[in-house]
């Protein structure tokens, strides 16, 4: 009897789940959160539709964020990684200082990819490369990069801060970057 209770216990519990988030109860998540990281991670992990696979841009605009078309891209496997940084110069490409990082599946040439801004409308800084192989590393002579902007870079140099920057307003901000490799 103690046993069918228990049993009844646990059913009544998933039942309430079910009735309390339907939708988290019906659809798993397309993506791991985990692959979401940065400084303002916990700000931006619930403005994403996890139902989604991760970049995905909605019709409805129901926070801050910027629509990034990527273009040029070499070849169509591996990932997109890329990391939003905040309005310091110091902060721009520092370990540690990105406000957001997330990797995207290659699906294409070209892609629009949307990425929250959790810190509102302000200034912001945009850096990528194509991780061809999947290793989650970057290698600089072989695997393109973009930034915002499309800043170029010196040889052996990161593009200046100053010609990466962007100013972002409500809703949604459009973005170019294209690939180089």
């Given at each position: 009897?103690?046993?069918?209770?228990?049993?009844?216990?646990?059913?009544?519990?998933?039942a309430?789940?079910?009735?309390?988030?339907?939708?988290?109860?019906?659809?798993?998540?397309?993506?791991?959160?985990?692959?979401?990281?940065?400084?303002?991670?916990?700000?931006?992990?619930?403005?994403?539709?996890?139902?989604?696979?991760?970049?995905t841009c909605s019709d409805n605009v129901e926070h801050d964020e910027i629509r990034i078309t990527i273009s040029?891209?070499?070849?169509i496997k591996g990932y997109i990684r890329m990391s939003l940084y905040g309005s310091e110069k110091k902060e721009w490409l520092a370990k540690g200082k990105k406000l957001v990082r997330f990797d995207?599946?290659?699906?294409?040439?070209?892609?629009v990819v949307c990425m929250p801004l959790p810190r509102g409308p302000g200034v912001y800084s945009l850096g990528m490369f194509h991780d061809e192989d999947a290793n989650r590393k970057f290698?600089?002579?072989?695997?393109?990069f973009g930034v915002s902007n499309n800043a170029k870079r010196g040889f052996f140099k990161q593009p200046?801060?100053?010609?990466?920057?962007?100013e972002t307003q409500s809703g949604r901000n459009d973005l170019m970057v294209q690939m180089r490799y």
């Open positions: 009897m103690r046993d069918m209770l228990q049993n009844i216990g646990l059913w009544a519990v998933a309430m789940l079910v009735i309390i988030s339907p939708a988290a109860a019906l659809e798993p998540p397309v993506f791991d959160i985990n692959i979401v990281q940065g400084m303002e991670r916990e700000v931006v992990i619930p403005l994403l539709d996890v139902t989604q696979p991760l970049g040029n891209i070499r070849e995207v599946q290659v699906t294409g040439r070209q892609m290698a600089y002579f072989s695997e393109g200046p801060f100053k010609k990466t920057r962007f």
